[in-house]
């Protein structure tokens, strides 16, 4: 009888909401404290600066931020994954303290790829589990494919805007860099805090998303334009690198939020192309889930690195 009566009280237990809690107790988008009078690092890399972050110690974890990030954007998975791995974080080129060249051609997705490899050398870092979220999520798939053999494992999140509908994403992107130039930063936090895919991360959790915008207004209006026009538009789309990810070794977790209708299909089509890769979809959630839901984009992840560690993600077994 008393058996029973445990049984049917761990049964009553609701599973989804507990995972639910986790998330919420997990505050995002909180700037690390440094101390006083101490500042990021930076690493003289490819004609510029790169301010960077290591924390913990073990097998190097490497994140890319969004195009509307930096690198304070990954504090909720840089508290939890830097327990087991040596996590690594930095800003790209034009993103203060980064180096913030003045040149349109001082940016493109070619550059990108090129300052993170010549990071990770100049940190003596490879292989090393590699994720990204939007813009460089796309910087960290292309580094893969440039350099795989410095890739552990490969992790996605909200990849490929601008596979689809390519013509209607060309013309937003060019009216957000025009904006930036004529209105400056307060242009692009206004386009993000109307966003339909980043709607669900104001409306869950609405101090995360003020923290985010308050970040958001320390970015270089200029370089944040250059951005727009010279990488998220001129980078190849997922369907101009078929071939290349048909080749693609690497074992990958693949990440979308099911309301950001951009990153659906180029997800499911990566997922159909590179080899070894898995497809995630997190419910009622936008295009940052790291921050909208990071207990459970912590847990997906955490899953993923186990079975690559153990050698059994999607067929790969090393």
């Not at 008393?2 to 599973?15: E, G, H, N, T, Y």
């Not at 440039?146 to 009216?175: C, P, W, Y």
């Not at 997922?271 to 959630?285: D, K, S, T």
């Amino acid at each position: 009888m008393l058996r029973r009566s445990f049984l049917a009280k761990i049964a009553a237990v609701p599973f989804l909401p507990a995972v639910a809690n986790v998330s919420a107790a997990m505050s995002p988008v909180r700037p690390t404290n440094l101390p006083e009078g101490k500042s990021r690092p930076r690493a003289s890399v490819n004609g510029v600066n790169l301010c960077y972050e290591e924390t913990g110690e073990g097998v190097p974890l490497v994140w890319v931020h969004e195009y509307g990030g930096d690198l304070r954007s990954w504090e909720p998975q840089v508290r939890y994954f830097s327990r087991r791995y040596r996590v690594l974080t930095y800003n790209h080129r034009g993103y203060a303290p980064s180096t913030i060249p003045t040149a349109a051609s001082d940016y493109s997705q070619n550059l990108l790829v090129d300052d993170l490899h010549q990071l990770l050398k100049h940190l003596e870092l490879g292989p090393v589990h590699l994720g990204g979220c939007s813009m460089g999520a796309n910087v960290a798939r292309d580094f893969a494919i440039a350099h795989s053999e410095m890739t552990k494992s490969l992790i996605l999140l909200g990849a490929g805007a601008g596979s689809v509908n390519r013509e209607q994403f060309v013309q937003d992107e060019e009216a957000i860099a025009a904006g930036l130039e004529r209105d400056g930063i307060a242009s692009l936090v206004h386009h993000f805090e109307i966003a339909p895919n980043r709607a669900s991360f104001k409306q869950k959790d609405p101090r995360g998303f003020a923290e985010f915008l308050r970040q958001l207004t320390e970015h270089d209006a200029q370089a944040s334009a250059h951005l727009a026009r010279e990488v998220l538009v001129k980078r190849k789309t997922v369907f101009e690198l078929e071939t290349e990810l048909k080749a693609l070794r690497v074992p990958t977790l693949i990440m979308a939020g099911d309301r950001d209708t951009p990153s659906i299909e180029p997800s499911v089509v990566m997922r159909e192309w590179i080899p070894h890769a898995g497809l995630a979809v997190f419910p009622g959630c936008g295009h940052v889930a790291n921050l909208e839901e990071p207990g459970l984009f912590n847990l997906q992840v955490t899953e993923f690195l186990a079975a690559v560690e153990a050698r059994r993600w999607a067929g790969w077994s090393g």
